[in-house]
């Protein structure tokens, strides 16, 4: 299915940007066989080597398993009590509600998945009967339980469901969110819902996201999801916003550590949560999920199955399309379907398996195992079983998509028992006709592993006990059984047992049980002071960093305040780094000294530097005071990137006082600091607010005087200085953007000239963007004979950002000083919707004759390069010119678009219909957007990193900016690929048979 698709990242709309890009999208089956033409190359019937791979029933699935040798495997469920399983959770009575999904590859019918409740009748362990829960849903993809029902999330909607007459089939469906995506693959949607220490429910977005809006609030407030994590508090059914990443699969470990999952990436660590980033807008922090695999997607998978028949089919095709056997007969045997990542929480397996990472990967018919370990302050997940895969299946239908850790303490392994685990219209249709896209739609089952020996225990029914029996409970090594105990004590929100939490939590001898106590009093609103302050000094680091985040929300105690200072300096990493963060909760000067000592200590440490600074929306000029009298921490250049940040985030803040401390720090600073201080001060400038020009058009400080001189003089003698470096000459250009036009006019029109290096007139190209002056727009038009099409690109860029450039623009075409042609369909649909009905209406007339769509004709005359024999030399030769700017493939070009390395698996026709017409269907994440500023500035591009504080954009000319949303007005999506039409133009049907052979030829 496409949740686990061995295809996600290849189905993914890929990018190609730039007049000369490739760029490949999904498409349906229909529309490719829509472009097919009597010229196409005839079909071969392949029926004598596509044998059918016939499924095997539940017990003869049970004898395909080569497992771990502690363990053993059983079967719990199968069909017909349950179809294509993708999700469960279990109730406090023990009962199971399994999320159905059998819609997967049915392009002709929808609304027939379900949501089902299992029981275990006689206690053997083993699900016996089921029940419709919940019937004629569309495409499910997640559930958990609360307070005697079910959150399920179906997108677009997250619903609350409830039994209330005991025949256990909902009679409450109530929404709860709604505006989720629901990706046309049905792939990468939300899932994994997650019980937290927290007492909230944590959730995945996947790659689709969505706008949502929440039931619960009233004003209707919107959320874009895209990118993010949702924090759902169940009892007011409010929501937060998180950090985010991943496909499908999302798990909390032991101690809240979230971790995702990717096709192609097996297992990534979120590295902070972004509720903290978004406390200071001016952060614009590294992106949050970390690889913690060291092989990747190409950890070597030790599969037993057979290939199948289509697949080494797929693979000869592809070689007899090029020169060689490039793939040197192996089609599988690395992630590519990467899902349901899962650490394992329970206590029926050996200690030594908790915390231990499962991921599946269905199209290899198997199941990963990896033991994390510390590293800095992220994790390395190296593969725990070397000579054999923890779980793996001889039969090609074993689909493992999903994971739980159950009552009993054991690891569940939802299989979809599926033919086909891709997506049907991303196989070849020679190749199509001989399988069945949807078979097994009828068949399921659902397993669980337990050590070899294992006895049945007699699992209490939880509804029943006391609060004061579920409390004791929190002391279980069993994760399942300690969130649930937690998740009902938050529902009955009973104080009488505080005492009992009070107890464990000061003196229980397990630490995730005193954390566990520690959250339990938090949600029941009955922590004391002093139970926190000893959660505070635990033994435990872990203990400690629970304590500090529960803290922020009483930090208006002294006593708090004190011990959340002393954590500064606590001897764990991992609690100085939360310390970072949760110091954030209150302003003093002892704050900022911790603050300013724990960025010295660790000043060489990325993550560090992202979380004090997260901490500084207020304080920030104090903190610059104190490292900038350090003379030893200033000549080190993350110190001194650092300080930049904080130079920015002041100049562009309205806060005078800030201001003036980090000037008087400027002037502070020695003689061989100068020109540090310039770049300080140039910084401070970059993105000043009109408070930070009147404090420093007051100071009449002879300092800041030679300071701005001294910055100019020296930006433009390294600019223009050819014997430089161009790397250092680039450097110095944004600062000319500083600078009065009449004094930097004429070295902007030098360093556009023919004779400068390329990334010099780039660069110089983007900066004068940032020059608010009606000239800039005469010097590129003057200079646009002279540009290359990829400097004409970011000049379009340039005089799309500022409305009196656009008109000279469109005056400049009129003329006939610039063709129609230089300006992309995207900018051209962007000019045709401009809001102001006299720049739509030159355009309309401009571009009367541009289209957009419907490029029929193109396709089917390309067709015959179907028909070619490809040379994938010449091919590399074709994607370097054509499309390096934004892929990266073999060491060459730049990675920007998805992984072309994927394209191998969608076939060629397919392949070239997306490079010619990109856009018949649009992915969300590979949309061109347009950001306007608050400072009135026009960003167009690809949205390439998002989260709490910044968006950052990519562009065709390989160039990107990361804007903060506080100077976001705007943001507007033009509903086209970010690859333009008319490629066609650039490669001739030769061209294209070679580019094509490349492409498929690649390792």
Not at 491 to 519: F, H
Not at 553 to 576: G, H
């Amino acid at each position: 299915m496409p949740l686990y698709s061995s295809l996600k990242p290849l189905r993914w709309t890929i990018i190609l940007t730039a007049v000369f890009s490739v760029f490949l999208i999904s498409l349906t089956v229909s529309a490719i066989s829509a472009d097919k033409t009597e010229d196409a190359k005839p079909k071969v019937d392949y029926s004598s080597e596509m044998p059918r791979i016939l499924p095997r029933t539940p017990a003869e699935a049970l004898k395909s398993f080569k497992l771990h040798d502690d363990f053993q495997i059983e079967l719990v469920a199968s069909e017909p009590l349950v179809r294509d399983p993708v999700a469960m959770c279990f109730d406090e009575r023990g009962r199971a509600y399994v999320i159905e999904m059998p819609e997967y590859n049915d392009a002709n019918k929808e609304g027939y998945s379900s949501v089902k409740l299992f029981e275990d009748t006689n206690g053997d362990g083993k699900f016996d009967k089921s029940y419709p829960f919940l019937t004629d849903m569309t495409l499910p993809t997640a559930v958990i339980s609360y307070k005697g029902g079910v959150f399920v999330g179906a997108p677009p909607y997250v619903y609350y469901c409830k039994d209330t007459d005991g025949d256990r089939k909902a009679d409450v469906r109530e929404i709860v969110m709604t505006g989720f995506g629901r990706d046309k693959g049905d792939e990468g949607m939300i899932n994994s819902f997650r019980w937290g220490l927290d007492n909230k429910i944590h959730f995945s977005t996947g790659t689709d996201g969505g706008v949502i809006t929440v039931a619960a609030d009233k004003e209707k407030k919107t959320y874009n999801t895209r990118g993010r994590g949702v924090i759902l508090d169940p009892e007011t059914r409010t929501i937060e916003l998180t950090t985010g990443g991943g496909q499908h699969g999302m798990s909390l470990g032991i101690w809240n550590r979230n971790f995702v999952c990717s096709n192609g990436v097996p297992m990534q660590v979120l590295m902070y949560d972004d509720r903290y980033i978004a406390r200071n807008p001016y952060l614009a922090p590294p992106a949050a999920p970390v690889s913690i695999a060291p092989g990747g997607k190409f950890t070597k998978l030790l599969r037993i199955s057979q290939i199948e028949p289509w697949r080494i089919l797929r693979t000869r095709l592809r070689a007899q399309s090029a020169k060689g056997d490039y793939e040197k007969g192996n089609p599988s045997g690395y992630f590519t379907a990467a899902t349901g990542v899962t650490v394992y929480r329970g206590d029926a397996w050996p200690l030594e398996f908790q915390g231990n990472i499962f991921v599946g990967e269905p199209a290899n018919n198997l199941v990963y195992r990896a033991a994390p370990k510390p590293d800095g302050l992220s994790l390395v997940a190296p593969r725990a079983d070397q000579d054999a895969e923890f779980l793996a299946s001889t039969d090609v239908w074993f689909r493992p998509v999903q994971f739980e850790n159950g009552p009993d303490g054991a690891l569940y392994v939802l299989d979809m028992y599926r033919e086909l685990i891709e997506g049907a219209p991303f196989i070849p249709e020679d190749i199509l006709k001989h399988i069945d896209p949807i078979g097994g739609q009828e068949m399921g089952r659902i397993y669980r592993i337990v050590p070899k020996g294992f006895q049945q225990p007699t699992l209490p029914d939880f509804e029943t006990l006391s609060s004061k029996e579920l409390v004791a409970l929190l002391e279980s090594d069993n994760g399942w059984t300690r969130d649930t105990a937690q998740r009902l004590l938050f529902e009955r929100q009973d104080t009488s047992v505080s005492n009992d939490l009070i107890q464990l939590a000061r003196k229980s001898g397990k630490p995730i049980t005193r954390a566990t106590a520690l959250w339990s009093l938090q949600g029941t609103k009955s922590l004391d002071e002093g139970t926190l302050l000893k959660g505070l000094k635990d033994e435990n680091f872990q203990v400690r960093k629970q304590a500090l985040q529960i803290a922020e929300q009483y930090a208006n105690s002294a006593n708090i305040q004190k011990q959340m200072l002393a954590l500064a300096s606590d001897p764990s990493l991992e609690v100085q780094y939360q310390a970072a963060f949760s110091l954030g909760a209150f302003e003093s000067s002892a704050r900022s000294q911790a603050l300013a000592d724990l960025l010295t200590r660790h000043v060489d440490n990325k993550w560090m530097r992202m979380a004090v600074q997260s901490s500084l929306n207020e304080g920030a000029g104090e903190v610059f005071e104190l490292l900038a009298k350090n003379p030893t921490l200033l000549k080190q250049k993350p110190a001194q990137a650092f300080l930049i940040s904080l130079a920015v985030q002041i100049g562009a803040q309205k806060d005078s006082e800030n201001v003036k401390n980090l000037l008087a720090s400027l002037k502070s600073l020695p003689a061989a600091d100068q020109k540090l201080a310039e770049i300080l001060f140039r910084n401070l400038l970059s993105r000043a607010s009109g408070t930070t020009k009147t404090v420093i058009a007051q100071s009449s400080s002879e300092h800041t005087a030679k300071l701005l001189k001294g910055m100019m003089q020296t930006a433009i003698q390294q600019a223009t200085n050819a014997k430089l470096p161009v790397k250092a000459r680039v450097d110095a250009i944004p600062t000319l953007s500083i600078g009065k036009f009449d004094d930097t006019g004429d070295v902007f029109e030098e360093l556009l000239t023919v004779q400068q290096p390329l990334p010099i007139r780039q660069r110089a190209i983007t900066t004068l963007g940032l020059v608010n002056d009606p000239r800039v727009a005469a010097l590129l038009i003057e200079s646009w004979p002279g540009f290359s099409p990829q400097l004409r690109m970011s000049a379009v860029e340039t005089l799309f950002s500022r409305k009196p450039w656009m008109v000279s623009l469109l005056d400049s075409i009129k003329a006939g000083k610039i063709n129609p042609g230089d300006i992309s369909p995207e900018r051209v649909q962007l000019l045709k919707t401009n809001p102001d009905s006299k720049i739509k209406k030159r355009a309309d007339a401009l571009f009367h004759n541009q289209r957009l769509t419907g490029r029929s004709d193109i396709v089917k005359e390309y067709q015959a390069a179907l028909k070619l024999k490809g040379d994938p030399a010449n091919g590399k030769l074709v994607f370097k010119r054509a499309c390096s700017a934004c892929h990266r493939l073999e060491n060459v070009g730049v990675q920007l678009g998805a992984d072309l390395k994927a394209i191998k698996d969608r076939g060629t026709e397919a392949v070239l219909l997306n490079i010619l017409d990109p856009n018949r269907e649009v992915k969300p994440q590979y949309v061109t957007y347009l950001l306007v500023t608050t400072q009135g500035r026009t960003i167009t591009g690809l949205i390439k990193e998002e989260n709490a504080n910044s968006i950052t954009i990519a562009r065709a000319d390989g160039t990107q900016d990361t804007v903060l949303r506080i100077d976001i007005d705007e943001m507007i999506s033009s509903k086209l690929s970010f690859m333009p039409e008319g490629l066609e133009k650039q490669i001739n049907k030769q061209e294209m048979a070679d580019l094509l052979a490349y492409l498929n030829a690649t390792k």
